[in-house]
């Protein structure tokens, strides 16, 4: 039988707590140009306040799904996330389209994102799981900032949608 699903309700108060921590610093940092640009102090809190309420929705939806049956096809979903990347090269100003591809992007890094790289390594390592997360994580890592200094150069000399396409290759390597 399998077992249940518990979710970790101090990580869930921590994550409540930096979302709180976020929201104050977003007011204090944008009260006086959102007064002056829009005549509302808390322009840009009232929108934060807006997404951190869905974001932790979503978080406490998220909380509740058992990721053991996507453990086995981590490649699809991260060739999802590398379709979704080389469409996103493609668009053309569309709303509709890019809302699409940004859901394929999700459900790809959603199902082959952190959580389904852990999964994998832990089973792949019994003992000294812990180092080889701590080496996919760096790997990760470096490979991330390898990302950020070859996308302003790709795009130098080449057009950014050729570029998009260059780096969704390096996030597949990734």
Known sequence: MARKLKSDKGLF???LLLVALSVVMVYSASAPMALD??????????????????GIAMLNTVMKVDYRPYREPVF?????????CRWFARLHGSAVQYFAAWCVWMLGYFL????????????WYRERRGQAMGIAYVGGALLG?????????LVTFLPYTDALKVSSFVMLLA
């Open 13 to 15: 108060i921590a994550t």
């Open 37 to 54: 640009r829009y005549g509302r102090a808390t322009r840009f809190l009232t929108t934060q306040a807006m997404w951190a309420v869905l």
């Open 76 to 84: 699809i979903w991260t060739g999802l996330a590398f379709v979704a």
């Open 112 to 123: 082959s994102g952190p959580i389904a790289h852990q999964i994998i390594i832990a089973n």
């Open 145 to 153: 900032a390898v990302g950020n200094k070859l996308n302003p150069w």
